[in-house]
């Protein structure tokens, strides 16, 4: 699968697919979904921009032309890279797509990040997909972190007791 960055023209086509795949009844098409935790929008393209001129490696995977998926990868530091918005189309979810972008995302932030580790954090309700990373060895690190409810406001949270269980992998 071969990854490349975004660009500020494919904003609001990527825009578009991280809604489809993680807010409403669109989202509900695939499995890895936040549509029962939350209500509002989940990016936005001037966030999206932002991320970009941070230096944030904003990466997507086209079919056909096409933005099909889509993750999120940040530097922490000289060996730890953020992992986040793993996103695929609801309407191939469940074809292998998602452990093939997490694979390259892995080897993207081993060669050309220089990372020996990669840091995510999930919703500690999703249950199954905590399993689903942790089938691909990413363990708990102890750390939860709270969800950020007054930096999303807008979020439409649906429990006031959402958090994050930060996971870890050794690359």
Known sequence: ???????????????????????????????????????????????????????????VWRDAGTIRACVRLVQLSADLVYLGMLTVDPSLQGEGLGKRLLVAAENYASEVLGAQRMEMQVFSRRRELLSFYNRRDYRPTGERRPFPYDEWPHAGALFDDLEFTVLEKRL
């Open 1 to 59: 699968m071969q990854l490349e960055r975004a660009t500020t023209a494919d904003l609001p086509t990527l825009h578009a697919l991280v809604e489809r795949a993680y807010r409403g009844d669109t989202a509900r098409a695939g499995w890895s979904h936040e549509a029962d935790l939350l209500t509002g929008d989940r990016t936005s393209v001037a966030e999206l921009q932002s991320f970009l001129d941070a230096g944030d490696h904003l990466l």
